[in-house]
């Protein structure tokens, strides 16, 4: 016969409740804010840290944004063996968009150092990034301007991540962004393995004027975890394949 004093079993009860309701929700959206977690649950965002705080749940608070923890299935060092030729040919026709005077957002993955490396050499513009393969490939462009958004690095993407790298986003001007994903689907949207990256992604997504996916076409079909956009955020799709897009 159970024992626990009856509130400390209805504690426990409704927080398993916002759990599994906090499991729907990160299916359906991936990362999370905090604040949009609580109000959807319609708690304080007092009672949902304590919520994640005890005992296991599956999810870790990172600056600001609940993320589902772990099982992502993507290794950069893995993946940037895969498919180098329509990478590097995904990367080409990007980077025949790119006009002297630019600002672009690159974004992570292992078609972006492509891209990067058919940009010209002495090609004056700004790159915006939050990943170091496409920060080193930067900083030896001559004219080039190098903002990086700096935070907690994380090695299975070679990215970094806070808080404070959103809100320098939000005030930018960014003239193009090249944004890559692991999955992209008619209808599922683009999508990507790891859940720190859906942010940035997104806060990208609603500064650009012009917004490009970049992806070999391996990933047509595909669909990853962490969902961060439809197909209609973006003006087209680039991949190595002639009359791809829309």
């Known amino acids: 016969m159970d024992q626990r004093p009856a509130a400390a079993t209805g504690s426990r009860d409704r927080r398993a409740i916002r759990l599994d309701r906090l499991r729907?929700?990160?299916?359906?959206?991936?990362?999370?804010?905090?604040?949009?977690?609580?109000?959807?649950l319609a708690v304080s965002t007092m009672t949902l840290r304590r919520d994640l705080a005890e005992g296991e749940t599956g999810f870790d608070l990172l600056g600001g944004y609940i993320v589902p923890r772990g099982g992502s299935g993507y290794a950069l060092d893995v993946e940037q063996g895969s498919h180098v030729q329509a990478k590097a040919e995904a990367g080409r026709r990007a980077a025949a968009l790119v006009r002297p005077g630019d600002t672009i957002f690159v974004d992570c993955g292992t078609t972006m150092p492509h891209l990067m490396a058919a940009l010209p050499a002495e090609l004056a513009v700004?790159?915006?990034?939050?990943?170091?393969?496409?920060?080193?490939?930067?900083?030896?462009?001559?004219?080039?301007?190098?903002?990086?958004?700096?935070?907690?690095?994380?090695?299975?993407?070679?990215?970094?991540?806070?808080?404070?790298?959103?809100?320098?986003?939000?005030?930018?001007?960014?003239?193009?962004?090249?944004?890559?994903?692991?999955?992209?689907?008619?209808?599922?949207?683009?999508?990507?393995?790891?859940?720190?990256?859906?942010?940035?992604?997104?806060?990208?997504?609603?500064?650009?004027?012009?917004?490009?996916?970049?992806?070999?076409?391996?990933?047509?079909?595909?669909?990853?975890?962490?969902?961060?956009a439809p197909m209609a955020a973006f003006d087209s799709v680039i991949t190595e394949l002639d009359g791809n897009g829309r």
């Open 24 to 40: 729907t929700l990160a299916a359906q959206d991936g990362a999370l804010r905090l604040g949009d977690a609580a109000r959807a």
């Open 126 to 228: 700004t790159v915006v990034c939050y990943a170091l393969n496409v920060a080193a490939a930067a900083s030896r462009m001559a004219r080039a301007r190098l903002f990086v958004l700096g935070g907690l690095f994380h090695p299975e993407s070679a990215t970094f991540f806070s808080e404070d790298a959103l809100r320098s986003v939000h005030q930018l001007g960014i003239n193009k962004a090249f944004v890559s994903a692991g999955g992209v689907h008619e209808t599922h949207g683009a999508s990507c393995s790891h859940f720190h990256e859906v942010p940035v992604k997104r806060a990208v997504l609603g500064r650009a004027v012009q917004s490009f996916l970049v992806a070999d076409s391996s990933k047509l079909g595909q669909v990853k975890p962490a969902q961060f």
